[in-house]
């Protein structure tokens, strides 16, 4: 994040790792990313961390909220073909991957851990923005 330059309020959050809010409008409860360093990270809270996990993406779907789920350094054809260090079988860990998609009406996304900081960033301004265009302006009111 300091790569980007953006500022930084270290808050506990309900669900997943970052969020974003400006003096307008606060998306803490509303949008969230989940960070994964890799396939490895991520079949580990599918399997030994299980409960933990769905917890935390049961919080964000009850509180109406969108949660991206964001891999680093792996893709979906990696974890097809079982291109990570955890005892999960290839068809196992998609099945879940699918599966949240599903459940909690979540986005994966894939990038190299080079990138995290912009993806994270881009992805929370253009919702930041996205919602503050659907404001009413205050000549509307």
């Given amino acids: 994040m300091e790569q980007i330059e953006a500022p930084i309020e270290r808050v506990a959050l309900s669900f997943g790792d970052y969020s974003v809010k400006c003096d307008t409008l606060d998306l803490r409860d509303q ?11 991520l079949a580990h809270c599918y399997c030994q961390d299980r409960k933990r996990f769905v917890r935390e993406f049961k919080r964000a779907k009850e509180a109406g909220a969108k949660l991206y789920l964001l891999v680093e350094n792996g893709s979906l054809d990696e974890a097809y073909s079982g291109h990570y260090r955890a005892r ?23 990038c190299k851990e080079e990138n995290s900081g912009r993806v994270i960033h881009d992805v929370l301004y253009r919702e930041l923005k996205e919602r503050l265009e659907e404001m009413p302006d205050e000549e509307e009111i």
């Fill in 31 to 41: 949008v969230a990313i989940e960070r994964k360093m890799d396939l490895t990270e």
């Fill in 88 to 110: 999960v079988h290839p068809a196992s860990l998609t099945a879940s991957m699918l599966a949240w998609l599903a459940r909690y009406n979540c986005q994966i996304l894939f």
